[in-house]
């Protein structure tokens, strides 16, 4: 491939790099990104001008596929992916004057006319041939970003006017849309028959432990992320105040309260939580999870030594 492409480079080659993550109606995964991100350092490295063209309802950058004239390309590169379907037969129409390769693709069936529309194909599997490893492991190495857990609380109706669960999720929600971390949503529900949720307590708590952060709504999420020393950003989603709130103080630990029905919240706050948590967040959730009782243990035993035989 590097001697291809240093062969071809030359004054008047431009690439244009595309994917499943350039359609509107396509998808945007990690291993399809990855391995454009693979091609676009090699042919940095070559010297060969490129743009890469993304779905606007993934990257709102741009540039997409309405957006570019194909007389500004020399060479289409098809990236990852199997090479079928309308979408990618559209593509050797809208780009028939370039010279179209696809690389790393799967190749189904070497009669599909998406795949007789390629001037060269280079298969990652498929079309008779060896398999050869996919590009997405030559991704560049990033900079490591923080695993966050975000645990939400159900609409808790017993709380009436004064939920605002809704609101404060869908505000929550554009908030972490903007942070550069791994976001893995968290179930505080456990089942026995479903693998999507831990079975057992002990379990939710391994998971927790892997966390650089958890992000909640929820009293447990609060109080089992301490437990397991894990700083958390808190949002009680009850206007006012409720149960949350309550275990913030019991815990020594900062909560944001919604004042508003419309769940309004404090992006600068949030961020400020955000930025202690990472920073020294670790050693005071360590600090709150040395003592882990509680005095409704004692006073439960106390209730039961007072109470008259068939009474508690």
Aim: hydrophobic content about 40%; proline content about 7%.
């Amino acid at each position: 491939m590097e001697q291809r492409m240093g062969e071809e480079s030359n004054t008047r080659t431009r690439v244009l790099l595309a994917g499943w993550f350039s359609f509107v109606d396509g998808e945007a995964t990690a291993g399809d990104v990855g391995a454009a991100m693979t091609v676009s350092v090699a042919l940095r490295e070559e010297g060969v001008a490129h743009d890469t063209v993304w779905s606007p309802r993934f990257r709102m950058g741009g540039p997409s596929l309405d957006e570019v004239d194909p007389a500004d390309y020399s060479h289409l590169v098809f990236v990852c992916g199997p090479v079928s379907g309308r979408q990618v037969e559209e593509l050797h129409r809208t780009f028939a004057s370039c010279r179209r390769i696809a690389v790393g693709v799967s190749v189904i069936r070497t009669g599909d006319p998406a795949f007789l529309g390629f001037h060269t194909v280079l298969p990652r599997d498929g079309a008779g041939g060896e398999p050869r490893r996919d590009l997405a492991a030559g991704a560049p190495a990033p900079s490591p970003v923080p695993v966050v857990g975000v645990i939400t609380a159900p609409g808790q109706g017993e709380y009436r006017d004064r939920s605002a669960h809704a609101e404060v999720h869908r505000a929550l929600g554009r908030w972490l849309v903007a942070k550069n971390c791994a976001r893995v949503p968290v179930d505080t529900r456990l089942d026995t028959d479903d693998w999507l949720h831990c079975a057992a307590p002990h379990q939710f708590d391994a998971l927790v432990r892997r966390m650089d952060l958890v992000v909640t709504t929820r009293l447990h999420g609060l109080v089992l992320a301490l437990r397991n020393g894990v700083p958390a950003v808190v949002v009680d989603p009850v206007v006012g105040g409720a149960k949350v709130a309550a275990q913030g103080r019991v815990w020594n630990w900062p909560v944001e309260t919604v004042h508003h029905p419309e769940g309004e919240l404090d992006p600068g706050r949030l961020d400020r939580l955000w930025k202690w948590c990472l920073d020294s967040g670790h050693q005071a959730a360590r600090s709150r999870s040395d003592d882990l009782g509680s005095p409704l243990v004692g006073a439960l035993s106390e209730a039961l030594r007072s109470s008259t035989p068939g009474r508690v």
